[in-house]
Every structure is written in structure tokens, then in C-alpha cells.
């Protein structure tokens, strides 16, 4: 069994199989947060990565949103080859990385043609992307879809199915949605249901996504609890999802979450990417990371040497 996330060092985050990954998560008991991060807007701190500062805010994981794994751009990252891309930015973090990719039904999808979330071929969720981004160093492919392109949860099984049947064995995948996604009648409640998570673990899901309580209308942190309890009793791990911009909330709103996340018994918190735009709000992350497991294990993850062997 591997050690838990809590106690690796930023070395051995980086080098798990998919095996060690989900043993680590569920040894963990509720304490590994997620920060998406997006790489293709101007940086926070300008010439540091978003990923790095999310990372020395306490993240365990790095999820990098709106990535092109064809054609791959990270701002402040330096140059290296395309297929290093990943794997740069595991070496400056010390963290796993995840990627969204998309199953988005081109028929329910048009607003964003114009718009920063408008998608490129290398963002779909297709078995060829998903290979490529296993090649490239990815620890986890999570299957989503931002704000208006049209992503269904028929979709998502769809995709699921095909990535899974190819590597599934290779990678960690994780599939639901943060928020309705552009599909009108996937909301509140219907967002993800039961069914939806029975469809995705049969599918091949290792990790059901789901929206945290409080950040999606209607959904409370009972329902919540109801669903994560179901997913564990199919032997799957969840994560909870702030991803309606709350991330950029004040401090106060981001502690109520995560001990609601918390109530609910997922095995992993995320904190969405658009606190101004790209990442959260950094005292956010900290605040997370801090409410659900205290400030030793917190200053510990941030402190900790990326050079440190054991």
C-alpha cells in the first residue's frame, strides 16, 4: 500500500503508477485538495506559472484547465519540447497533474464560439487525446466541460467508455460535471444523479466528480452525501467541485465549503481556476487546504523541499 498523500514528498507525488495514486487518495481520508489552474492566460505573478502558485499555496494536485494536449501552452513555463510539457511543470511543482478534457455534443454547443472558452481539437475528449496526454506525464484525466460547451452526461459516458477501454489501466479517470456545462436540464439536482454515477463507474470512472454543496443551486450537502456514499459503496473515490467561480469568494465562504465537502465524505476537494481569472484566489487555497486538515499538514506541503528524497 502506498503512503498516504499527506506524508510523500513532492519526488514521489510526481512518480506514481495509477495503482499508487488511488491507494494514496484513499489512505488520505478527505485530505487532498485539487487547484485548477489555467495555463494559457497572462500568470498571476507573471513570470511564475499559475501551477507553481498554486502549488506553494498547499495544492496536492494541479489540475490545468483549457490545456491543449496537440498543441500545448503554459504562460511563464520555459521552453521545452511539446510532449515535456507535463512533466516541466511536474518538475517545478512537485505535484501530480490532472487535465479537463471535453465530450462536448457539438449540437448543444455554440455560444462560446467566440469566447475565451471556445474549445481546440487538442481540449476534446477523444481516445487520441487521451493517449497523447498519458504519454506526456498526465497522473489523471478528468472528464468535464466549462461553461456553456455543451457537455452532457451522455457525452461523458460516451468518452468514458472509449478512453477507459484503451487506457484505463494506465491513468486515473475521473468523470461528472461542476455545473450544468451548457446543457439546459442538467441542473441543480440533474446535474449527476444516482444513474449518472451507476453509468460512470460502469463505464470505467475511478473518481466520480461532482459539484460541491453550496456552489450549485439546489444542491445541498445532503444530496451531496447521498451520492458520495453511493459511489463509494461501487468502490469508487469522489471529488468535490467548486467550479462557479467561488473560488474567488471572500475566505469565510471558501472555509463553509470545504468543511461542507468535508460532511459529505468525498476523498478529494477542488478549487476552481477563476478567482480573478486562472487560478483561485491564493489565500483561498491556503484557507482550503487549512480548514480540512489543519496548518501543520498545510505549512507542510508548502514548505517542503521539491529537492527532498524522503
Known sequence: MAKRILNMTPK?????????????????????????????TIPLLTDVTNAEFAASMG?????????????????ALPKVDTIDTV??????????????LEPVDDALASENAETMWAMSAGRYAT???AVRAQKMGVDMIVLTGNPGNGVSNGAIISSLRAISEKIGDKIVLAAGKMHAAGVIGEGGE???TKEDICQFAGAGADVILMPAPGTVPGITTEYIRELVSYAHSLGKLTLTAIGTSQEGADVDTIRRI?????????????????GYVGMALPENIMAYSIAIRGIRHTYHRMAQSLERDA
Open 12 to 40: 514521489e507525488l510526481t512518480n506514481l503508477t495509477k495503482e499508487e495514486i488511488i491507494s494514496a487518495i484513499a489512505g488520505n481520508e478527505g485530505r487532498m485538495l485539487v487547484s485548477e489552474t489555467i495555463g494559457i
Open 59 to 75: 495544492a496536492d494536485m494541479i489540475l490545468l484547465n483549457m490545456f491543449d494536449v496537440q498543441e500545448p501552452e503554459i504562460m
Open 87 to 100: 512533466r516541466e511543470v511536474k518538475r517545478l511543482t512537485g505535484r501530480m497533474i490532472g487535465i479537463n
Open 127 to 129: 481516445v487520441e487525446n
Open 190 to 192: 440533474k446535474i449527476i
Open 258 to 274: 470545504a468543511i461542507e465537502c468535508k460532511m459529505t465524505g468525498t476523498d478529494i476537494h477542488h478549487i476552481g481556476d477563476s
